[in-house]
């Protein structure tokens, strides 16, 4: 018996709706024989990652259905982890696609949880957002961490052995080996990767360990917002009292006098009391610049350990890697060609990957060493022309006529709101910075804002075509315009 058979008019009109448009038989007696709501899942999970290839991963395989109907569609998660990363990165793509393949506007919701098989004659889904059960925590808690960013994800060669076993080090025996752990290495390469294995180990072995990780800016952020809100006790309780503290990217505390002296006392408070700290950086803690002498000292007390751009063959193996995150097989002359063409940076492997990736699922060809030239003539020369946050801002505030300051400002008016997203949007997709760098600009919100804000014009662009041909008009003019 199929899931349309039951339930109220509503309910049912739904199924019918969308039995026909997934081609479903209809029976006699006027049920809907299919679909299984698993069928129409597993359609909308095909349809997701065509259209999201950079965030298709091969654990989606291990995604469940717990729950559709006329409005929601509530999918079900191995971990924490990865409903973290499904919220983040791809709510709108997973929305889009339950649109298209059921013809109803639905909310998609993630949560921990799997599908209870019944026996097969009584298969339906179980209302799993009530459920206790599925709730469960993941083992990450409340830790933001990323699925891909694990131990076993991460390639060793001879650039990034020693900060590799240095990590595996802390994580087995945090506060006992090397404290600080300082990781330092240029942008890509693989340092905030690290720095999640970490997290993930150390929970994985201690389980009530508490461990504090963020960016460098996030901490500066809160620690502001503590003193706007007179919460200093609270910030320094929070962060004094943890079992270990990784902070990402701490190049950010330079010129930051206050926020200097406050991680001073945080780094005093848990280094006296042997708790593990780990830091990374774009360089070694002396050439920070204005980083004050005394954190200098204190960031070289422990090990500082280097990662290099990788050699060819640790290349090689990245590509493989990722390739098999994302459930894709590729020979070795392909990911040969990738590793030859981009070497400076992984971030940009994957993004050649992605590349190849799209254009195999739009053709519907198979990857081959031709397609992934095709694929990646198209690619990579763009990237050659640098795109600033800068550039789209200036394109977005003459189009709006608005000025920087008010999209810098806290107003929420449409007229600002709007421009200000569109600018989110646009740097998150023309630009490689980070979600935390994007806010920076846009008068330092958090990275959940821009999130929420690259969300909303993504959907917007999908269901306005106004929206939509304005984005293609501004898009046009920010990478046309001549650099300076
Ligand atoms: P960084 O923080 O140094 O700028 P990231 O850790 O964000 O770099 O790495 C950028 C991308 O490259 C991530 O997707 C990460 O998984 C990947 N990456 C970097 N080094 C490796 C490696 N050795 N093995 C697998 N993936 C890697
Ligand atoms: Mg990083």
Redesign the pocket.
């Known amino acids: 018996m199929g899931a349309g058979q039951k339930g109220n008019p509503l309910t049912r009109m739904f199924w019918w709706a969308v039995a026909f448009r997934v081609g479903h038989r209809i029976t006699k007696d006027g049920g809907v024989a299919t679909p299984e709501v698993e069928d129409i899942f597993a359609d909308i999970l095909e349809r997701a990652k065509a259209l999201d290839p950079a965030n298709t991963r091969k654990w989606f395989e291990k995604l469940t259905v717990l729950h559709l109907d006329g409005g929601s569609l509530a999918i079900g998660c191995p971990d924490e982890a990865t409903v973290q990363f499904l919220q983040d990165n791809c709510r709108a793509g997973f929305t889009r696609a339950a649109q298209q393949i059921t013809g109803h506007l639905i909310a998609v919701d993630f949560s921990v949880g799997a599908y209870e098989k019944l026996d097969s004659s009584s298969r339906r889904p179980r209302a799993g957002l009530s459920d206790p059960v599925l709730q469960g925590e993941g083992k990450t808690g409340t830790l933001k961490l990323h699925p ?2 694990t131990f076993e ?5 001879p650039s ?1 052995r020693l900060a590799n076993a240095s990590c595996i080090a802390v994580s087995q025996s945090p506060g006992n080996t090397y404290n600080p752990l300082f990781l330092y ?10 720095l999640h294995a970490v997290c993930f180990e150390a929970q994985r072995r201690f389980d009530n360990a508490v461990i504090q990780f963020l960016s460098c800016e996030d901490f500066v952020n809160r620690f502001i917002r503590a003193i706007e809100e007179g919460n200093l006790s609270g910030f320094q309780s929070q962060f004094r009292t943890a079992d270990a503290i990784v902070i ?2 701490v190049q950010f505390l330079r010129e930051r006098e206050h926020s200097q002296e406050e991680f001073f006392h945080t780094f005093n408070a848990l280094y006296n009391n042997g708790k593990q700290i780990i830091l ?1 950086a774009d360089s070694p803690p002396g050439k920070i610049p204005s980083l004050e002498e005394r954190l200098i000292s204190r960031f070289n007390w422990g090990l500082v350990t280097r ?1 290099d751009p ?1 050699s060819y063959e ?1 290349r090689v193996a ?1 590509v493989q ?2 390739a098999h995150l994302r459930g894709l097989d590729i020979s070795d002359e392909i990911a040969g060609y990738i590793a030859r063409k981009v070497h400076a ?3 940009e ?2 993004g050649a990957l992605t590349a190849i990736y799209a254009v195999a699922i739009t053709t519907g060809q198979t990857i081959d060493l031709e397609l992934a030239q095709t694929a990646l003539e198209g690619q990579i020369e763009p990237t050659t022309r640098h795109i600033s946050i800068t550039d789209i801002i200036e394109v977005v505030t003459k189009y709006f006529d608005v000025r920087l300051a008010d999209l810098q400002s806290k107003r929420r008016s449409q007229s600002i709101t709007e421009p200000r997203q569109i600018c989110m949007y646009l740097a998150r997709n023309l630009t490689k910075h980070s979600l935390e760098e994007i806010g920076g600009h846009l008068g330092g919100r958090d990275h959940t804002t821009v999130m929420h804000g690259c969300n909303k014009i993504n959907l917007a662009k999908d269901t306005d075509p106004k929206i939509s041909a304005l984005l293609n008009n501004l898009t046009k003019q920010i990478t046309q315009t001549p650099q300076a």
């Open positions: 891909d960013y994800n991460f390639v060793v060669g990034n290495g240029s942008s890509g390469l693989g340092k905030t990767h690290l990402d990217d990374s990662i990788p640790t990245i890697k990722k940076n992984i971030r492997l994957e």
